[in-house]
């Protein structure tokens, strides 16, 4: 999967490879020209389409704020326009067919959306969230025998990264893979999750958000083709669920928690073994099911993050100069204006920390940016000599918001 690659200029972005997405901008609405792509599976052109369709309208829907519950359906290449819900950031008030392409096992859709935006865009979506992607843990083992699939877990965290990373949204992955992660606690009700792993991960990632999963149910089902069908292989269908938890790396609480349930065709006989990272799984109905959820997934986590804001941390202090773990891949530019907020962490009786920010009045301007830091300098009269290292910094936004923890 290729990652696309985005340019902005004023009033006009373009991005090309997964999703090629043209927005120009007049006073009362933005008109999108978007290119969504699928896999074109066992000659099935209708599901492809369908699956291009949908892809290109959410990724024009979240570039403008929209925060998509269903997806527009095809039916013979006509768009059934009742099926499409948005949630009062925008408005298609038209879509038009420009182009379809079928090459190389791909079919490309290319779109011409009209949306009118109905409220303003949050201002803090015009800054990305760095989320670290961890490595999910499989709940039942045993049930990765038939096909010898003791590897999905990394595989399907791999392939859920791949996904973020190819679509451009408020999320900025970082993958956390290397090492498999006991996440059970962080999904229980009891809340006794250790918080220092959080952090850990956070820090050697330089991430905001930590994305944490499990996979509850690889099982397989009965038998799909008839036994008198001696020629055919055996077929079952096998299920595939997965929660999913995103943790502030700040204050170590969830922010977002979600279960996912599919199911799909598994065509390899009971003694095969499969590789999880190859094109024939990925390919099968089974793959093409649990990348669906992936897809799912990645939508749902850019709407839950897109509108919280952009903060980082203080890394090094030098007289009026100031380092900080924001830096180009946020969003950021020379001249940002930023806050910082003092940390005056509390503890409870049982040890338990809970951060607390105190707002200042300083002031600082971006003046150097780098893709994961930049430098900032004070511009206020005020000295610096009560900031101190991982100290809260927050961009400021047009409306001038208050840091808010």
Not at 315 to 344: C, F, M, P, W, Y
């Amino acid at each position: 999967m290729q990652a696309p690659s985005l340019k902005t200029t004023r009033g006009c972005r373009t991005s090309f490879a997964l999703l090629a997405l043209l927005v120009c901008q007049t006073a009362n609405a933005e008109w999108f020209e978007s290119t969504g792509y699928a896999t074109i599976d066992d000659g099935d052109i209708a599901k492809a389409r369908s699956a291009a369709v949908k892809d290109a309208i959410r990724q024009a829907l979240i570039f403008s704020g929209a925060s998509v519950s269903s997806i527009q359906t095809v039916a013979d290449g006509v768009l059934a326009q009742d099926q499409l819900k948005i949630k009062s950031h925008g408005e298609i008030q038209q879509i038009s067919l420009i182009e379809e392409r079928q090459e190389s096992g791909q079919f490309s859709v290319t779109l011409h959306l009209d949306i009118f935006a109905t409220h303003n865009q949050c201002k803090q979506s015009l800054f990305n969230k760095q989320i670290a992607v961890t490595r999910s843990q499989l709940v039942r083992p045993q049930q990765a025998r038939m096909g010898q699939i003791f590897d999905i877990p990394e595989a399907a965290s791999r392939r859920l990264y791949d996904t973020l990373q190819g679509r451009n949204m408020a999320v900025r992955p970082v993958p956390y893979l290397a090492q498999p992660i006991n996440v059970s606690a962080f999904f229980s009700q009891q809340f006794d999750y250790n918080g220092g792993l959080i952090e850990e991960i956070a820090a050697r990632s330089n991430s905001q958000y930590v994305l944490l999963s499990q996979i509850t149910d690889i099982a397989a089902g009965d038998k799909q083709n008839s036994d008198y069908a001696f020629w055919q292989n055996d077929s079952y269908k096998r299920s595939f669920k997965a929660n999913f938890a995103l943790y502030d790396a700040l204050t170590m609480e969830p922010l977002w928690q979600q279960n996912y349930v599919t199911e799909g065709n598994w065509p390899f006989a009971k003694t095969d073994i499969i590789d999880v990272n190859s094109n024939r799984f990925w390919r099968s109905d089974y793959g093409e099911k649990v990348q669906e959820m992936f897809n799912k997934v990645s939508y749902d986590l850019s709407a839950a993050v897109q509108c919280l804001p952009t903060k980082g941390k203080i890394l090094h202090l030098d007289s009026d100069k100031i380092v900080l773990n924001l830096g180009r891949i946020h969003g950021i530019n020379e001249g940002q204006l930023l806050t910082i907020a003092h940390r005056n962490d509390l503890t409870d009786q049982f040890g338990g920390r809970y951060t607390h920010g105190v707002n200042t009045l300083t002031q600082l301007r971006v003046t150097q940016v780098n893709q994961q830091s930049a430098i900032a300098v004070n511009i206020d009269k005020r000295p610096l000599s009560n900031i101190q290292l991982n100290d809260i910094v927050l961009i400021n936004t047009p409306e001038g918001d208050e840091f808010n923890l």
